[in-house]
């Protein structure tokens, strides 16, 4: 039996790459007030609210909006090149 060493190598090299973003950690965002590593190591960073929204979570305003157009522009670039190698790659296996 012929053990095809590439494709076994790409698919090591992907479950490994999984399995290492499974441990990233998520940001979540909460109300909640947790204890801070360190926090007695330093000023203390406080943040002033104002009393004008009514009871329920507070979480920090993020502004008015993310600029997505640089991600939308590069996510097309990288899939007009993909398109690009794979139509290249399928005329020369054609030849």
Known sequence: ????RRPLLTTTAAATLLAA???VPSANATDR???VPGAGRG?????TYTA????????AD???GIGTRPY???GMAFLGIGAA???HSARRADA
């Open 72 to 74: 939308l522009i590069g």
């Open 62 to 64: 993020t502004g008015t």
């Open 1 to 4: 039996m012929v053990i095809a």
């Open 21 to 23: 973003l499974w441990f």
């Open 43 to 47: 000023p203390a960073v406080t943040a």
């Open 52 to 59: 004008d929204a009514g009871p329920g979570p507070r979480l």
């Open 85 to 87: 190698l794979l139509s």
């Open 33 to 35: 007030p947790t204890s």
